[in-house]
């Protein structure tokens, strides 16, 4: 397979478009070290808090709705150029914000580039990568993610640090961003790797696929001149792509397309794992992480550096994953990871059940908070953006991931809602058990409906569900 690719060149384009994660994760994960900070200073209620913490998933549904629309109109790297400025608007709004309602409004924004990015970045990549690494290089945006969060959590934790230190700053702007108001400090930070997104983007070019689905073979022939060896290979990958095209151009408008037989089936199995990830708790651990170990009885210094702790974990198996995903298959990570995922989940229901009463150390917490974190990042969150980036026909792919994108969002949003209230009302042992449960349905959609797409290139894939549509 090397001896056909430039491999070199492909993980590169990959690498560029995957940085999209690390804004996608630094804006998820930093709310988690501002959410007491701005709650404090503003005196939010638990709804209000619930709002700080969901109302950029509202502009990420929003992003979701246009990023297809946006990739299929105007390709893909003009939208994750969108997407950087959107992320570099949003920084410094924050940072700058004068009270509430325009913080509120400066989280919505950046939102929406996360939403336009958690589309346009794995399907990009996706549309450039070699078959026999698909899973690898589209699980680079997942890494990137995971690199994302532990910076914020990096970020969040030693800007508090300096703070408590006693230092101060001679400059009025500086005081207020790294020691009095230091939600500002922490949100305003997202600020340089945006402006590397913006800036990277301008080397890589526009995807090969989605120029010959637009009818512009030399463009597409001369990208694919630098990914394959030769110019009979690129010319074998353009011919192939192209009568896919022209045999889906017959099926009539694209709605229509992507709801009929086979492709419909695809549609609603990633509409189905999309949502019901958001159900098992992930986001909770990442949003609400601080708060929920600051339940257990951690300080708030100790429960910062607990999320650093699952931020390192977080990342460093993702990094597993990137490396086995195209050796041990996509269902397989998923049986294993989420079988993990519903014991740790309920060993930490049980914590929260019993730990109090019987005296066992918060450090038993934090090692079934990892476990979880190990599971779900082997397993899920490595699956979820390689399948949707694989799983649709290229006449439909960005209006499809758009429309489970969507799916997986409301869901976030919802947990990002809902769980200062579970916390409240279910306690945190119900919140967690609840988690649990929510697996089990995930598990068998995986067994029953899931192919495996390991190793098959993107118009095999098509084919399987222009096939199943047909009955064979």
Not at 106 to 116: A, C, F, N, P, Q
Not at 127 to 140: A, C, F, M, Q, W
Not at 349 to 368: D, E, K, P, Q, T
Request: net charge positive; glycine share 10%.
């Amino acid at each position: 397979m090397e001896k056909k690719y430039n491999v070199g060149y492909v993980w590169f384009l990959s690498i560029v478009a995957a940085i999209g994660g690390i804004l996608f994760g630094y804006d998820t994960a930093v709310i988690s070290g501002t959410v007491g900070l701005v709650k404090s200073q503003f005196a939010l209620s638990s709804m209000h808090q619930g709002w700080y913490v969901g109302c950029a998933l509202v502009g990420s549904i929003f992003g979701v709705l246009v990023a297809g629309v946006l990739g299929d109109r105007f390709g893909r790297k003009k939208t994750m150029l969108l997407s950087a400025f959107l992320f570099t608007l949003s920084a410094v709004g924050c940072a700058l914000s004068a009270d509430f309602n325009q913080l509120v409004v400066y989280r919505i924004i950046g939102g929406v580039g996360i939403g336009i990015v958690s589309i346009i970045s794995p399907l990009y990549i996706s549309e450039v990568s070699i078959p026999k690494y698909r899973g690898s290089l589209v699980s680079l945006y997942q890494l990137a993610i995971t690199v994302g969060f532990l910076m914020a959590y990096m970020v969040n934790y030693f800007l508090l640090s300096s703070a408590q230190s006693g230092g101060t700053y001679s400059c009025v702007l500086m005081e207020r961003l790294f020691r009095t108001e230091l939600w500002r400090g922490m949100l305003g930070m997202e600020t340089l790797p945006a402006m590397l997104f913006l800036v990277i983007i301008f080397f890589i070019p526009e995807s090969p696929r989605w120029m010959i689905l637009r009818g512009r073979y030399e463009s597409a022939s001369s990208v694919l001149l630098k990914i394959f060896k030769t110019r009979e290979e690129a010319d074998s990958q353009l011919s192939l792509t192209r009568s896919v095209v022209e045999k889906s151009s017959s099926s009539g408008s694209e709605f229509k397309y992507l709801f009929s037989g086979g492709i419909r089936v695809a549609l609603f199995i990633g509409i189905a794992i999309a949502m019901l990830g958001q159900f098992m708790g992930v986001n909770a651990v990442l949003y609400y992480g601080p708060v929920i170990f600051e339940k257990a009885g951690l300080s708030s210094g100790d429960s910062l550096f607990s999320q650093v702790l699952v931020g390192v974990v977080n990342m460093l198996t993702t990094v597993l994953a990137l490396i086995i995903i195209d050796k041990v298959g996509r269902k397989k990570l998923v049986y294993y990871g989420v079988s993990g995922m519903i014991i740790s989940l309920l060993l930490i229901g049980f914590y929260f059940m019993y730990g109090a009463s019987l005296g066992i150390s918060s450090i038993f917490l934090l090692v079934f908070f990892l476990l979880y974190i190990f599971c779900c990042a082997i397993s899920i969150c490595e699956v979820v953006w390689v399948l949707l980036s694989e799983m649709y026909p290229i006449k439909v792919r960005g209006l499809a991931m758009s429309i489970a994108g969507l799916a997986l969002w409301i869901g976030t949003y919802l947990i990002g809602q809902l769980t200062p209230w579970m916390l409240e009302n279910i306690k945190p042992q119900g919140t967690f058990f609840l988690f649990a449960a929510m697996c089990v349905p995930y598990i068998l959609i995986m067994w029953k409906a899931v192919p495996e797409t390991t190793g098959k290139s993107l118009e095999e894939i098509e084919e399987y569900w222009t096939k199943k549509g047909q009955g064979k």
